[in-house]
Structures are given as structure tokens and as C-alpha cells.
């Protein structure tokens, strides 16, 4: 189980490092070729988007593997085909009615963000690109078959999309208008890949066609487990979302669409530690749960260890950037060198957020989302306290703290709640 762990973290973390650097290429091409205001309002629009996605993201993906890797291995393949088509038409409602409230909010949007005419402008067409967010069953579906690989190779189609067009808009000396197009198209190339690519590797397993046997009422013919997770999974995605992408939003309203620039420009950076994270998390999923339900004594010791070596490999990522962090902003542009704090004190919270995927990962497992839910609402309000009360008096450098004080107690309560739970 260890080695299938590595081998398919291994696959995953090789697309994500690829993709990582393709972003932060991108971004810091961007950032360097347009006034730092005028790249901090493309961030915030495009942040506006992916916020109004993630408060309707249900995340079906992980249930697809809560209760589809059990239905897999028994080899009941009517439950799993009603399992994936009631997790489709979950996502399709979903990026449907983000579309519709990411049009409508528009105005609310430009108000708290300080857009201009033109921006708003923009807006209105730009939220359609949430109708291509109907993706997590297909994501769900590359989990289940063990396919790390190709969401390896999903994860680099968005950022090389977008480095692509960058370049372009970059060469042909484009205005704001031409980086923005890169964004969404970027975004929608992402998410068309990740839909078909996960249509296709079903079609390789299932011996009937997914419709055969649909009915319009197995949605809620679901069982009470199904929507109980679903409803804990979906809070803690929007829990989770609010250190992570609403903080950009705050930053600009706060400090205005320059500082925001910097702030995304520091936290794309800092994924090089988060987006591992939540991979690692991925990865531990599907084997946790199996170990889980079969008793294995490994289950204890693999969260620990992993845990231990993540939070290290982490630790030393933090200490690079503290000694080269100023020079690799600088080539960026001087406009961004003094969120070089910032940057290290988000890379200093990821390494504990690195050290707690393997818990967290533990817990979907066992079956106490619920308790890590709770978990979780006290680290987020914790966050927002603290983010209030120091950034309009210390500036950027405030999220930061926010960022490093959160990560230190939801790791410190959810590595306790494992522990207890195991005794």
C-alpha cells in the first residue's frame, strides 16, 4: 500500500510541479507586461469567479470514492453507474447555478472590488466560463480507477494553456483585455480536458453504458450516509475556500487592486507547498479507506510517517525562500519585492498545512468529516478575526500572520482528534 501511495503521489506531484511552475511563469509574465493595478483587477475578476464556483462546489468527487471504491471492489456495477450519474447531475446544477449567480453578482462584485466601467463590462461575459466547472465526477472517476497519471496530465493543461496565450498577448503587445482572455479560456480548457478525459477512462471499465438504467428520481433515492457527507464535504470545501481564494478579495478591498496583485502573486508562489498538500491528501484517500475497512494495522504508522516527512520537506522550502525570495520577485518586477514577507509566512503556513494532509485524508476515512468540519470553522473564523484586525493597520504582510496562526491550530486539533479517535 506505501509503495502504491508514493507511485501514485509520485505521478500526481510530477504534473502539479510542472503545472506550478508553468503558473507561476505565467503570472509573473503577466504581472511583469501590465501596471501592478491593472494585473491586481484581473486577479480579483477571475478570483471573483473561482469564489462564486467554490461556494457551489459539492466536491463529489471525494464521494465517489467514499462509497464507490467499496461498490468497485464488490464489482456492483449498477450501484456505482447510479453512484456516478447521481454525483453528474449534482455538478451540472451546480456550475449551472454558479453561472447564473456569477452574472447576477456582478454589480455587488464591482462595488466591494472597486472595478471600473470597463471591468464590469467584461464581468458580465466573463462568469460564463462557470458552465464548464462540471468536472468533479470525472475527477472522481480518474480516483477510482487508480488513474494519478492522467490527472497528472490534467493539471498541467490549464497553466500551459494560459503561459501560452500569455506569451502571445505578451508578444503582440496586448492590453488588459488580451491577459483576461488568456485566463478564461485557459480556465475552460482546463475543465473541458478533466470532463472528457474522465467520460472516456469510464468507458474502459463499465461493461454497460452509463445511462443504462437511469431513472430521474435515484438522485433522491440516496441514502441518508450520501447526503450527510456530501453536506460536510461541501462545508469544508467553503471553509477552505476562504483562506484560499476569499482573501484575495479581502486584500482588495481592503488595500486596493495593486496590493491584491501582490498578495496572488505571493500565494501562487506559496502552492508550491498547498496544492502538494492537498495531493497528498488526494492520494491518501483512496488507500485509507481501504485500510480502514479492512482493518489493516499499517493504517496508524502510514499517517504519521507521512505526515512527518511532508512537514519537513515543507520546512525546507520555507527556508530557500527566506534567503532567495527577494531575488526571485525581483524578476518579476520591483512592485512585487516587498511581498516577500507575505510570501514566506504563507509558505510557513503550508508546511503544517503539508503536515496535516495525512490526517485529514484519515478522518474522510474513518467516517469523522464531521468532527474535522468543526475543526475547520474554528480555524476559518479564527483566520478572518485575526486578518481584520491587523491588515488595515500592518498591510500585507497581516494575511500572512492570519495564514501562519490558523495552520498552526487546525494541525494542532486535527493531529489530536486522530490520535484520540485511534486510542
Given amino acids: 500500500m506505501s509503495r502504491r501511495i508514493a507511485i501514485n503521489f509520485g505521478k500526481v506531484l510530477r504534473g502539479r510541479g510542472i503545472a506550478a511552475v508553468l503558473s507561476v511563469a505565467s503570472i509573473a509574465l503577466a504581472a511583469h507586461a501590465l501596471p501592478v493595478e491593472q494585473f491586481g483587477l484581473i486577479i480579483l475578476l477571475h478570483t471573483y469567479i473561482k469564489v462564486v464556483k467554490g461556494f457551489l462546489n459539492f466536491r463529489t468527487f471525494e464521494a465517489i470514492v467514499r462509497f464507490g471504491v467499496p461498490m468497485q471492489e464488490s464489482g456492483d456495477e449498477p450501484a456505482l453507474k447510479s453512484l456516478l450519474r447521481t454525483s453528474m447531475m449534482i455538478d451540472f446544477s451546480s456550475s449551472l447555478l454558479a453561472a447564473l449567480i456569477g452574472i447576477s453578482a456582478v454589480p455587488l462584485a464591482a462595488q466591494f472590488l472597486h472595478w471600473d466601467e470597463q471591468l464590469t463590462s467584461w464581468a458580465w461575459f466573463y462568469g460564463f466560463i462557470l458552465l464548464s466547472t462540471c468536472v468533479n465526477t470525472s475527477s472522481g472517476i480518474l480516483r477510482l480507477y487508480d488513474r494519478f497519471d492522467a490527472l497528472g496530465i490534467q493539471f498541467t493543461v490549464q497553466p500551459l494553456v494560459r503561459l501560452v496565450l500569455v506569451c502571445l498577448a505578451w508578444l503582440l503587445e496586448g492590453d488588459m483585455f488580451f491577459f483576461l482572455l488568456a485566463w478564461g479560456f485557459a480556465y475552460c480548457a482546463g475543465n473541458i480536458y478533466m470532463f472528457m478525459r474522465g467520460l472516456f477512462e469510464l468507458r474502459q471499465h463499465l461493461a454497460t453504458p452509463l445511462y443504462e438504467g437511469f431513472r430521474w428520481r435515484e438522485i433522491f433515492e440516496r441514502g441518508r450516509e450520501f447526503w450527510s457527507f ?114 514566506v509566512l504563507l509558505l510557513f503556513a503550508a508546511s503544517f498545512e503539508m503536515a496535516s494532509a495525512p490526517f485529514r485524508a484519515a478522518a474522510y476515512a474513518m467516517g469523522k468529516a464531521a468532527m474535522l468540519l468543526r475543526i475547520h470553522a474554528v480555524g476559518v473564523g479564527f483566520y478572518i478575526v485575526i486578518f481584520y484586525l491587523v491588515t488595515g493597520h500592518i498591510g500585507l504582510i497581516g494575511p500572512g500572520l492570519a495564514s501562519v496562526a490558523t495552520s498552526i491550530l487546525t494541525f494542532t486539533l486535527t493531529a489530536s482528534l486522530i490520535t484520540r479517535m485511534q486510542k
Avoid: C
Avoid at 297 to 304: E, G
Avoid at 326 to 332: C, F, W
Fill in 230 to 343: 456530501i453536506g460536510v464535504i461541501y462545508w469544508q470545501t467553503n471553509l477552505d475556500l476562504i483562506p484560499k481564494q476569499v482573501s484575495t478579495l479581502l486584500a482588495g478591498n481592503l488595500l486596493g487592486p495593486a496590493a491584491a496583485g501582490q498578495f496572488r502573486l505571493a500565494r501562487e508562489i506559496s502552492t508550491v507547498l498547498t496544492r502538494p498538500a492537498a495531493l497528498l491528501r488526494d492520494v491518501l484517500f483512496p488507500d485509507l479507506t481501504r485500510a480502514w475497512h479492512s482493518k489493516d494495522p499499517r493504517f496508524r504508522k502510514l499517517q504519521f510517517r507521512t505526515s512527518a516527512i511532508a512537514g519537513s520537506a515543507g520546512l525546507l522550502i520555507v527556508i530557500f525562500a527566506w534567503f532567495a525570495g527577494e531575488s526571485l520577485l525581483a524578476l518579476v518586477g520591483e512592485d512585487y519585492v516587498p511581498a516577500k514577507p507575505l510570501m
